[in-house]
């Protein structure tokens, strides 16, 4: 039999993609062989079902591709999310969705086909492995050479100088020479140089002893001796006064330091990695970083490329901090649509990737699940402020985008109004400003709930 909407049942059978069609009240008319394959389901149980006692997707709550398509009458194509077989097993698939409709034009429900990706997401993953070092996340030729050769650099003690502007990763790239190298089970110390006024620097450099100033009651040791056995990280060492840099000099060339306040130098088994994103030789021929500092902490050299020289890496890393919060938050949000990559990878990054990373944690703010649209992006990359916006070919005003993400907090957290404050980030004021602004009317049924 044909089913209302004019799909043969034969045709669909010799189709390799998952198809379904539903009515208006979401329940299945329609179910392909393959759809029996996809999901374990057959079509007997299938029909008559609502989907989403079929899909058990992370897309059923609230961002149905299928919903969306029938309400806007637009066809919506190749998204990724995920299935649940009845055997639990989560199954990858990419979905298109359009509106069913009868000749004269009027909706009688929806058609949905489904690809299974398990196979194509299993060689990602693989492929993946190979941009992934120790959480340093990258296809770009250098990073690619990089990875090649950390593990021998790692293993072979010597001083590294890691050069690279603020942001690309140079503290991460650290920690994996650490973690590579036979001194991985003792500690590795940070110490950010630029941060701290030179005579506090030297005492935690160094430590000192008991009595080496008025405040100083016992002996402290420094960041050297916590190091002892592992490494320490001197990242902005480009910042560090002459009188200190003799005393650095003095720990790679002897292996030795004296903490203030004491005569007998103290042994140092220590590995050094230092970072700036400075010139150094520029400072070297200005005189004010030494000359024989330079040679010795630049024997083995590790330059990082800003994310505008390596935009290859922004779908990769944009995914890494999409699972990274995922995990932290407890949210299931899929990525990033095609149209806020877009946008993303038209942007210059001056913070490099800690300002991408900071760029998907903001989305979070606003994007609970399926996937960060343009919107949920900070205020900057919103082309026209206070003017239209068009996503996915619909024109949204940004009032109305934010009345929607004060709408849908509410309604997520019951009308309780903290909890809304808590999760957009704003406080209770702007929220009852908000409130009377766009004029949102709290349900009947919530009002004698607390709020
Ligand atoms: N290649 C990468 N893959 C994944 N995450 C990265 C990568 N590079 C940097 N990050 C992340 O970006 C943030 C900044 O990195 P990191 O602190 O290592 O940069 P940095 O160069 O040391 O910065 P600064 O010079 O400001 O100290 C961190 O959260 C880090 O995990």
Request: glycine share 6%; charged share 25%; net charge neutral.
């Amino acid at each position: 039999m044909k089913p209302e909407g004019g799909l043969s049942p034969q045709i669909l059978d010799s189709v390799a993609d998952g198809v379904f069609t539903v009515d208006h009240q979401w329940k299945i008319t329609t179910f392909n062989r393959a759809a029996e394959v996809i999901t374990g389901i057959s079509q007997k149980d299938a029909l008559g079902c609502p989907c989403r006692d079929i899909f058990h997707s992370d897309i059923c709550d609230g961002a149905c591709i299928l919903k969306q398509s029938i309400e806007s009458g637009r066809p919506i194509t190749n998204k990724s999310i995920h299935i649940i077989k009845p055997t639990g097993e989560k199954i990858p698939v990419s979905i298109s969705a359009a509106p069913l409709k009868k000749e004269n034009g009027e909706i009688i429900g929806g058609v949905e086909t489904f690809r299974d990706m398990s196979e194509v997401t299993q060689l990602r993953k693989e492929l993946q492995k190979s941009y992934n070092l120790y959480d340093i996340i990258s296809k770009n030729d250098s990073m690619q050479r990089l990875f090649h050769i950390l593990p021998d650099l790692a293993k072979s003690d010597s001083t590294v100088l890691i050069l690279g502007e603020s942001g690309t990763g140079k503290e991460l790239v650290a920690r994996a020479v650490h973690n590579l190298s036979d001194r991985n089970r003792k500690p590795m110390v940070v110490v950010n140089c630029g941060a701290l006024p030179d005579t506090l620097l030297e005492s935690e450099l160094f430590g000192y002893l008991a009595g080496a100033f008025t405040d100083a009651k016992k002996d402290k040791p420094g960041y050297f001796a916590r190091a002892e056995g592992g490494t320490i990280f001197l990242d902005e060492i480009g910042d560090v006064s002459p009188a200190l840099q003799v005393k650095l000099l003095r720990v790679l060339q002897e292996r030795t330091y004296v903490p203030l306040g004491g005569v007998m130098p103290v042994k140092a088994d220590v590995r050094v990695i230092a970072a700036t994103n400075k010139d150094l030789e520029t400072l070297v021929q200005e005189a004010k970083f030494r000359q024989d500092l330079y040679y010795r902490i630049n024997i083995a050299q590790v330059k990082l490329p800003s994310l505008q020289n390596r935009k290859e890496d922004i779908p990769l890393l944009a995914d890494h901090f999409v699972r990274r919060f995922n995990h932290l938050k407890g949210r299931h949000v899929l990525g990033l649509a095609p149209e806020t990559l877009a946008i993303l990878m038209k942007y210059d990054y001056p913070g490099n990737i800690r300002e991408l990373e900071n760029i998907i944690e903001y989305a979070f703010i606003l994007c609970h699940h399926g996937l960060i649209l343009p919107e949920h992006l900070p205020e900057k990359f919103q082309s026209h402020p206070g003017k239209d916006l068009h996503v996915t070919g619909k024109t949204f005003k940004l009032a109305e985008i934010k009345k929607a993400a004060v709408l849908e907090s509410l309604n997520r957290n019951n009308w309780k109004r903290m909890a809304v404050c808590r999760e957009l980030g704003i406080s209770k004021g702007t929220l009852r400003r908000m409130i009377q602004e766009y004029q949102i009317v709290e349900p009947e049924s919530w009002r004698h709930h607390e709020s």
